[in-house]
């Protein structure tokens, strides 16, 4: 059997502080040579970040005072993208892999592989929406307007050519902790999540996070089976 060409690891539920240092240690790593790459797999407690897109938090549409009451963490991250939350029943993968300067390639990469593993859940209506980064399922007319409905949503970083953060995927999260944002900054976007879907179209199937993280992780194996893991040597990554 072939060896896989990355780690998997899964940090169960993890404060959102202790996964970003161990994100931020096991991309010195990567981007050393000396780790190889890796995709996390975690839940959050709780969590609202932000990208550089929502430095002012303008789309966080509750008082500070109030998410500290709810035991609510915000942070300033170095992803792209705009606010977003992390919360149990969640599925965050964090992809600590060499990208160089093929951002666009792995952002569509990232997507492929949800894409993948949520028709293998059986949302065989997963999709990419043109124009904004993450996968949804098919809209829904709520009170006679037509909403998109996001079931994952994406931002990365690259430093050093090497990838940190990535996707979350809703299995069966809380929708209603993103009541607290304006998600992505997206006005005509519900969120949604498998187990909603599973509900909303009769399945009578219950969301498993192992079964997620076993279908993202295949995904990822078959979406990045013909990668270039090379890391940009400092010649090349200067010309």
Known sequence: ????????????????RDAWDLQKTLHA???????????????????????????EGTNIVVTR??????????????????????????????AIFPVGRRVADFLRLLEQATITALHDLGLEDARPNPGYA????????????TYDQKIASFGVAVQRHVALHGLALNVNANLQHFDLIVPC??????MTSVQREYDLRGLNRAASMQGAKDALTRAFHTTFAQYDWTLPTPAAAGS
């Open 1 to 16: 059997m072939t060896a896989s060409p990355f780690a998997v690891r899964d940090l169960g539920v993890t404060p959102y």
């Open 29 to 55: 790593q990567v981007a050393a040579g000396d780790a190889p790459p890796t995709l996390l797999l975690v839940e959050h407690p709780p969590v609202l970040t932000l990208g550089r897109k929502a430095r």
């Open 65 to 94: 005072d109030y998410l500290k009451a709810q035991g609510i963490e915000v942070l300033e991250v170095e992803r792209g993208g705009d606010v977003t939350y992390h919360g149990p029943g969640q599925l965050v993968a964090y």
């Open 134 to 145: 993450g996968v949804y399922v098919t809209e829904r007319d709520v009170n006679g307007l």
């Open 185 to 190: 900054g997206l006005t005509q976007t519900h």
